[in-house]
């Protein structure tokens, strides 16, 4: 099955530096591939996704790539704000079910002013 | 509301009790997931409904876990005989159909 790895668990970065989470996935079928932000006590939230026809994506802040080829996808996010910590989660498709996601173990993200 | 509702929000039973989850999904999203969530993991995927029928339930863990959605709406999640591994979140999520999934609060469940 499909296991995706998640690195780092925790990252502290100062406000207006840059932020870059990383995941590799092993299914060679997944085709869709989101980020979640996830604040305590509250269900994750989409902050962008990707598609395998695509090699990088951009809204505002908050940019994706996608390796198919390497199976490893990141997250970049620039001048970072306190409003951005919280936990980060990438995940990959299961199959052809863009709804049926395995996810990774989440990044910590701690913006300090 | 406009978002996913799940209730109740906590939940706390004894070990060999039945519980039951509900979710009230987004208005007119045909698809509806649970996942669950353990303590600092990502959620992990257990259900899906696509209208009434479950399309997948690879997910659930064993048999003690079953999932309905009766009218195509709202969705009960059920376990029987809770055991104290069972306690965690657990995340509803509707989307339209190959669209964006938009996840509820989740329900807290403590097994004591």
């Known amino acids: 099955g499909e296991n995706v790895e998640q690195h780092p668990s925790t990252l502290s970065v100062q406000e207006g530096d840059s932020a870059v989470i990383k995941c590799t996935y092993s299914?060679?079928?997944?085709?869709?591939f989101p980020w979640y932000k996830q604040e305590l006590g509250k269900g994750p939230q989409l902050i962008i996704d990707?598609?395998?026809?695509?090699g990088e994506k951009k809204d505002q802040r908050i940019a994706v790539t996608l390796n198919k080829t390497a199976k490893h996808f990141s997250l970049h996010i620039t001048e970072t704000q306190p409003e951005d910590s919280a936990v980060y989660f990438c995940?990959?498709?299961?199959?052809?079910?863009?709804?049926?996601?395995?996810f990774g173990a989440g990044t910590q993200v701690v913006v300090t002013p | 509301g406009a978002g996913v509702s799940q209730t109740p929000s906590n939940k706390v039973t004894e070990k060999g009790k039945y519980v039951e989850l509900r979710c009230d999904p987004i208005?007119?999203?045909?698809?509806l997931y649970w996942y669950r969530q353990s303590l600092g993991q990502g959620p992990e995927f257990l259900i899906y409904?696509?209208?009434?029928?479950?399309?997948?339930d690879s997910g659930l863990p064993n048999d003690r876990f079953f999932a309905v959605r009766p009218e195509g709406s709202v969705s009960t999640l059920k376990i029987q005989r809770t055991e104290r591994g069972d306690s965690a979140v657990y995340l509803c999520?509707?989307?339209?159909?190959?669209?964006?999934?938009?996840f509820g609060e989740g329900s807290r469940l403590t097994v004591l």
């Open positions: 990707i598609r395998s026809n695509v």
């Open positions: 409904f696509q209208g009434t029928g479950a399309a997948d």
């Open positions: 208005s007119g999203h045909t698809a």
């Open positions: 299914d060679s079928a997944s085709n869709y």
């Open positions: 999520a509707s989307s339209l159909t190959g669209g964006e999934l938009f």
């Open positions: 995940a990959a498709s299961i199959g052809d079910s863009w709804g049926k996601l395995q």
